[in-house]
Structures are given as C-alpha cells and as structure tokens.
C-alpha cells in the first residue's frame, strides 16, 4: 500500500494505492491520518479509487481511523471505494459511522466549516 497526502480547500485528502489488508500493513494508514490531526487538520478524506481490496483488518483500521478523527472533534470521509468495498462498508455497518461520498467534490462540499476564532 502506497499513500501520498494532498490538502485541498482545507481538507486532507489521504490517496490510497494498492490494498488494505493485513500483510500490506494496514496500520500505515494511520500516519497519514495522525500527521494531519498533529497540524491541527482535522477534515480529512481517504479516496480509495485505487485501492483493490479491503479485508477485516484494513476495515479495523478504518474504523479505527475514524474513531481517532472523531475524538479530535474531525470529520472523516471516504471516496472512491469500488462496489466490493462499498458492499463491506454497508455489509458492517461502518457507512453508518464513516461517510462514502460518490467524489472528491462532494466529499469536500460535506465538512461543516470551522468556527472562526476572535
């Protein structure tokens, strides 16, 4: 699994190549992940239109994901999952808790802005 990190119109998007699974360490997903909550960056999108597979680890650590994101007072979405992950995310419920946007623009439109600070 391969990822490259974008920030666009304030959100982090996390590209995802390759698979997410138990023997391509799915727990590298994290850093990412925890490197933009470190710079106080907390919208982020995982665009998986590359990735292949998701097995139950990878799905753990999405979950995962979104619990840390969540914690942070973050939003996470998920973009570009093909009809097989799109079938897992629905089959475990997490759709309920981490959002499948159809693309990048929607995904970015669906964050709530954040409060300006006087």
Do not use: C
Request: net charge negative; charged share 20%.
């Amino acid at each position: 699994m391969i990822t490259t990190t974008v920030e666009e119109d304030n959100v982090t998007v996390v590209y995802v190549v390759g698979r997410i699974e138990l023997y391509d360490e799915p727990d590298s997903l994290k850093w990412p992940v925890n490197a933009a909550l470190g710079h106080d960056r907390k919208h982020i999108v995982i665009n998986l239109e590359h990735v292949s597979s998701v097995d139950r680890a990878g799905l753990g650590v999405l979950e995962s994901i979104g619990n840390i994101v969540a914690k942070q007072g973050g939003q996470l979405g998920v973009v570009g999952a093909n009809s097989v992950i799109a079938d897992l995310f629905a089959t475990t419920k997490l759709d309920r808790f981490i959002k499948l946007h159809p693309d990048l623009a929607s995904a970015l439109a669906s964050f709530t802005p954040e409060p300006e600070t006087v």
